[in-house]
């Protein structure tokens, strides 16, 4: 991966987000999210030289998945081995959800067993009533009406490392908005990062999300446009992304699927359209891509792309995240761990 020299971050008190959820990096100000980030950056060079860092020995997170998944799954899950916990993986039909036994009284029980909880959830207000119920942290993994926090996080410190900033720099989406669209937007806007969405209007952003998106603007001086047009999401733009067409609720209806193929193709990345953009702009996604539709091979595969830095990233940020929001109760006696230790404390 070839990133930005960039002096490893020093970091500040961190105790302030202990036991706090992570439903939305929108309830987070941007010093603290900018906090989060330096936190994750400082753990992934600490795991060039010691993989292993128990600063939640003995910790257990469950984890609720109502859809697939590859990178969430396995992120999570060995950012807690490398962290010294573990991970419960538990889907659809070894819990008593939904029907059998409420959302409240599972997130207590599960709250008695656990030190967080990660919801990769269908709808987000069912991740809410977790929080509202659950004593212990609730993360948001992917609610897919809404939103994707973890990645979009995951994405700005890909784009820290490419770039060595955020502020300043522009964000082009290409086509439809969804939950993933709704995180990248408000996250990069919240953190100083321009974005232009060029989509379909049969397909364009909610009204609330465009509201958060500009209020973010004026908080941050960052800016946020809209177009139709493809190349005007490209021509401006430091980094470039895109996201599957559909998804999981739309796979058994063929007719939905063509439906969205024939509105969302001109908005696909390829050659062509990243020929328009600026010098040097890279191409991103969160994955799964489906090759030959929001993307080409061509572009996914080129030197462009970071595709596969976002993906491994998803791991550091989610540890620090998980190392700020369980905390720890005492200094490591491991020298190694101890600047971060004192962090944690502080």
């Known amino acids: 991966m070839t990133t930005q020299t960039q002096a490893t971050p ?93 959302v409240g009284d599972t997130a207590q029980v599960l709250s008695r067993y656990n030190d967080a909880i990660v919801g990769r959830i269908t709808h987000f207000k069912v991740l809410e009533e977790f929080a509202q119920y659950a004593s212990v942290p609730v993360i948001n993994g992917l609610c897919s009406d809404s939103s994707h926090p973890v990645q979009s996080m995951t994405d700005v410190m890909t784009v820290l490392e490419h770039a060595g900033r955020i502020e300043g720099l522009t964000m082009g989406w290409l086509g439809r908005a969804n939950g993933m669209c709704n995180s990248v937007m408000l996250t990069c806007t919240r953190l100083g990062m321009n974005v232009v969405w ?28 809209m177009s139709n047009e493809p190349a005007d999401g490209v021509k401006a733009a430091d980094f470039i992304y895109s996201d599957t067409w559909w998804w999981v609720q739309q796979e058994d209806d063929q ?8 509105i969302n193709l001109p908005y696909q990345v390829n050659a062509e359209l990243m020929a328009k953009a600026k010098p040097g702009a890279k191409y991103m996604h969160c994955l799964p891509a489906m090759r030959g539709n929001e993307v080409t091979d061509e572009v996914i595969d080129s030197p462009a792309s970071i595709v596969f830095d976002e993906a491994e990233n998803r791991m550091h940020f989610q540890k620090g995240l998980l190392v700020a929001l369980i905390g720890i109760d005492e200094l490591p006696e491991d020298p190694d761990l101890q600047e971060i230790g004192r962090a944690l404390l502080a």
């Open 10 to 102: 020093t970091l500040g008190a961190l105790a302030k987000f202990r036991g706090r959820h992570f439903l939305s990096d929108q309830d987070y100000t941007p010093e603290e999210l900018k906090e989060l980030l330096d936190l994750a950056l400082v753990l992934k060079a600490l795991r060039a030289r010691k993989r292993v860092t128990p600063y939640l020995y003995g910790k257990h997170l469950a984890t609720i998945f109502q859809e697939p998944s590859t990178r969430t799954r396995v992120s999570f899950e060995n950012a807690m081995a490398e962290l010294g916990g573990n991970m419960l993986y538990l889907r659809p039909g070894e819990l008593h959800l939904p029907g059998r036994e409420s």
């Open 198 to 225: 060029a989509g379909p209007e049969e397909m364009s952003v909610a009204p609330e999300v465009i509201d958060q998106a500009k209020a973010n603007c004026e908080l941050s001086g960052a800016t946020f446009t």
């Open 255 to 262: 007719a939905e699927m063509d439906r969205r193929l024939k």
